[in-house]
């Protein structure tokens, strides 16, 4: 029995593990295991035999019972151990900020002319960017003869052989967004129209698309007087500078009449420009008061309404706003970039939270 006692207690200490502590187990205590086998002969004994044979037995069987299930424990302890120094996490480490997205400046700066312009009463209108030449054209007083119409650089749309309908066109102007309002919603009026525009042109100011803001206000008395005055409220809080200066100039545009260039003030020191100072002046859009066949064409009656429109360029003033120099970049998507000149897409611009942080 010393013997026994001894086999098994030096096994269950050597046990590396709780598969082979079973396996001891079976054969020391299990049914038919070393004891259990020793148990059966004590039918055979002496009753003297086995009064001290018996007791003895069981004592051994409790003794390696409870040195089994000792070992048990001390494994699952040393595992337990074995894990927590494998599984070690430090969580006072402090967070590490994930790269985050931002705002591509064309999409600020939409932002922001569309907050300036909605505090001024001008909703958002949209339209197609392939769309009809009829209303990138002729509701516009393009006709097809028309000069203007080879200046444009126009991608044309593709139509099946035999199929001689005037072809669509990629919108090179957002100028059809107001015949399109125009015949939806009817007069009075107030709009703007951003939104993306091409044009089969390619340098460091000109890229195949690019993106154009409309503006339209229709009514029974708008004239020339309120077209300056929106579009100097405009610029002054576009820039985030008090009182800039706008020059109309006479030009020419088929869909208005009059029509006006028109630059605002600013002024160049050593090779930088600054906004709103200075007798300099930088062109920044093109507007007049509506023809009155474009007002026809939109299903409105120009004896009884009248007013102005304006289109501008959205990436040129972001160039101008924010220092970027090649219009290009825009549409690159270098990450780079995008980090640099991005915004936060939390900001949301507004007059009174601020435009631009
Ligand atoms: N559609 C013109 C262009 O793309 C810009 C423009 C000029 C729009 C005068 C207007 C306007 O509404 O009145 O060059």
């Given at each position: 029995m010393d013997d026994l006692k001894g086999k098994y207690l030096g096994q269950i200490a050597d046990a590396a593990d709780e598969a082979s502590l079973e396996a001891i187990r079976l054969a020391a205590v299990g049914k038919k295991g070393e004891v259990a086998l020793k148990m059966r002969e004590l039918g055979k004994m002496t009753p003297e035999e086995r009064q001290v044979a018996g007791p003895q037995l069981n004592a051994l069987k409790d003794e390696i019972n409870s040195a089994l299930a000792a070992r048990k424990a001390s494994l699952a302890d040393a595992a337990l151990e074995e894990r927590l120094r494998t599984e070690w996490l430090d969580v006072t480490l402090p967070s590490r900020?994930?790269?985050?997205?931002?705002?591509?400046?064309?999409?600020?700066?939409?932002?922001?002319?569309?907050?300036?312009?909605?505090?001024?009463?001008?909703?958002?209108?949209?339209?197609?960017?392939?769309?009809?030449?009829?209303?990138?054209?002729?509701?516009?007083?393009?006709?097809?003869?028309?000069?203007?119409?080879?200046?444009?650089?126009?991608?044309?749309?593709?139509?099946?052989?035999?199929?001689?309908?005037?072809?669509?066109?990629?919108?090179?102007?957002?100028?059809?967004?107001?015949?399109?309002?125009?015949?939806?919603?009817?007069?009075?009026?107030?709009?703007?129209?951003?939104?993306?525009?091409?044009?089969?042109?390619?340098?460091?100011?000109?890229?195949?698309?690019?993106?154009?803001?409309?503006?339209?206000?229709?009514?029974?008395?708008?004239?020339?007087?309120?077209?300056?005055?929106?579009?100097?409220?405009?610029?002054?809080?576009?820039?985030?500078?008090?009182?800039?200066?706008?020059?109309?100039?006479?030009?020419?545009?088929?869909?208005?009449?009059?029509?006006?260039?028109?630059?605002?003030?600013?002024?160049?020191?050593?090779?930088?420009?600054?906004?709103?100072?200075?007798?300099?002046?930088?062109?920044?859009?093109?507007?007049?008061?509506?023809?009155?066949?474009?007002?026809?064409?939109?299903?409105?009656?120009?004896?009884?309404?009248?007013?102005?429109?304006?289109?501008?360029?959205?990436?040129?003033?972001?160039?101008?706003?924010?220092?970027?120099?090649?219009?290009?970049?825009?549409?690159?998507?270098?990450?780079?970039?995008?980090?640099?000149?991005?915004?936060?897409?939390?900001?949301?611009?507004?007059?009174?939270?601020?435009?631009?942080?």
């Amino acid at each position: 029995m010393d013997d026994l006692k001894g086999k098994y207690l030096g096994q269950i200490a050597d046990a590396a593990d709780e598969a082979s502590l079973e396996a001891i187990r079976l054969a020391a205590v299990g049914k038919k295991g070393e004891v259990a086998l020793k148990m059966r002969e004590l039918g055979k004994m002496t009753p003297e035999e086995r009064q001290v044979a018996g007791p003895q037995l069981n004592a051994l069987k409790d003794e390696i019972n409870s040195a089994l299930a000792a070992r048990k424990a001390s494994l699952a302890d040393a595992a337990l151990e074995e894990r927590l120094r494998t599984e070690w996490l430090d969580v006072t480490l402090p967070s590490r900020p994930a790269r985050q997205g931002t705002l591509h400046p064309i999409s600020q700066v939409t932002e922001e002319v569309t907050a300036i312009f909605a505090e001024m009463g001008f909703a958002v209108a949209e339209g197609p960017r392939i769309d009809t030449d009829w209303y990138n054209f002729d509701a516009l007083n393009i006709p097809s003869h028309h000069p203007a119409r080879a200046e444009m650089d126009t991608f044309y749309m593709h139509r099946k052989d035999g199929d001689n309908r005037p072809p669509h066109v990629l919108r090179t102007h957002t100028s059809p967004v107001q015949i399109r309002t125009m015949e939806e919603m009817g007069a009075p009026l107030r709009i703007i129209c951003p939104g993306g525009v091409y044009r089969a042109d390619y340098d460091q100011t000109h890229t195949p698309m690019f993106h154009q803001v409309e503006g339209l206000a229709l009514d029974r008395d708008i004239s020339m007087a309120n077209l300056k005055w929106v579009l100097e409220e405009f610029f002054s809080a576009y820039f985030e500078i008090d009182g800039i200066k706008t020059r109309f100039r006479a030009s020419h545009f088929p869909f208005t009449e009059p029509s006006a260039e028109v630059d605002i003030q600013c002024s160049w020191v050593d090779g930088q420009l600054r906004i709103g100072e200075g007798d300099g002046w930088m062109e920044v859009l093109g507007s007049g008061m509506v023809h009155p066949k474009v007002i026809a064409a939109g299903g409105i009656d120009p004896e009884v309404y009248q007013g102005f429109a304006f289109g501008m360029g959205i990436d040129r003033i972001a160039m101008l706003k924010y220092g970027i120099p090649d219009l290009r970049a825009f549409f690159d998507s270098d990450l780079r970039w995008l980090r640099h000149y991005g915004f936060s897409a939390l900001d949301t611009p507004t007059l009174h939270g601020g435009l631009s942080r």
